[in-house]
């Protein structure tokens, strides 16, 4: 399975945008990235996703690097209520499962 | 969106008896679900992919005797935790793949189950 590799935590003000990294060196030709995240006793919440191209939707963008070995998730503006454990997940295009790595626990600062 | 509801949201249960936790897709089928377990501060494992109609796979290290699942819908996963020790105890969620999303993974809620 590939894996990811994403700094533990990550702090942020309020109002401002936050990047979130993600290195995926090992990935594969068809695997997708995803990106999740989780608020304390809650099940993961999705995020957005991408195979090549930059994505963008009303929660975030995401920025994939050319070579595909990483990736960005962006919020444009961080508001409290987007403290949360970011995931960042490779989907194994062979077998569908997402497994997930350590994740980034990011904290917004008022 | 896409729902999946799981219950309950949390069961206390005695050492030795069984716990049974349901995992349904409400407004969508989905052909594959996942189950994942949490420990306090720590990411998702995944423990087993299951298919409607066919027994699950089990990722290494989890043992299928103790942790039974069952897809026999299209919209109905249940995880069995059987003969449970308080080592069982953790936070088990629930994710179903939507057939017209089948890039998008749907969770539930999730089960805090405690094992006394």
């Known amino acids: 399975d590939a894996k990811t590799t994403q700094p533990n935590s990550m702090e942020s003000n309020e109002e401002e945008p936050v990047h979130l990294p993600c290195n995926h060196s090992?990935?594969?030709?068809?695997?997708?990235i995803h990106w999740y995240r989780q608020l304390p006793s809650q099940g993961p919440e999705y995020v957005i996703h991408?195979?090549?191209s930059n994505v963008n939707n009303r929660m975030a963008s995401l920025a994939i690097a050319e070579d595909r070995k990483s990736s960005t998730l962006i919020l444009h503006r961080a508001t409290l209520r987007d403290a949360a454990v970011y995931y960042c997940?490779?989907?194994?295009?062979?077998?569908?499962?997402?497994?997930f790595g350590t994740g980034t626990r990011l904290k917004v600062l008022a | 969106g896409a729902v999946v509801s799981q219950h309950p949201s949390w069961v206390i249960c005695k050492s030795g008896t069984s716990v049974k936790i349901e995992c349904r897709s409400l407004?969508?089928?989905?052909?594959?679900m996942f189950w994942y377990r949490q420990f306090p501060k720590q990411s998702l494992m995944l423990m087993a992919t299951?298919?409607?109609?066919?027994?699950?796979?089990?990722e290494q290290g989890v043992e299928k005797d103790k942790f039974l699942i069952n897809h026999a819908s299209l919209t109905l996963s249940t995880l069995t935790v059987t003969s449970a020790h308080p080592e069982d105890s953790s936070f088990y969620i629930c994710?179903?793949?939507?057939?017209?999303?089948?890039?998008?993974?749907?969770f539930g809620s999730g089960t805090q189950l405690s094992v006394l």
């Open positions: 994710s179903a793949i939507d057939r017209n999303w089948n890039e998008k993974l749907f």
């Open positions: 090992t990935i594969s030709g068809t695997d997708y």
């Open positions: 991408g195979l090549t």
């Open positions: 997940i490779l989907r194994d295009s062979g077998t569908y499962k997402y497994i």
């Open positions: 407004d969508f089928q989905a052909t594959t």
């Open positions: 299951s298919n409607e109609g066919s027994k699950a796979t089990y």
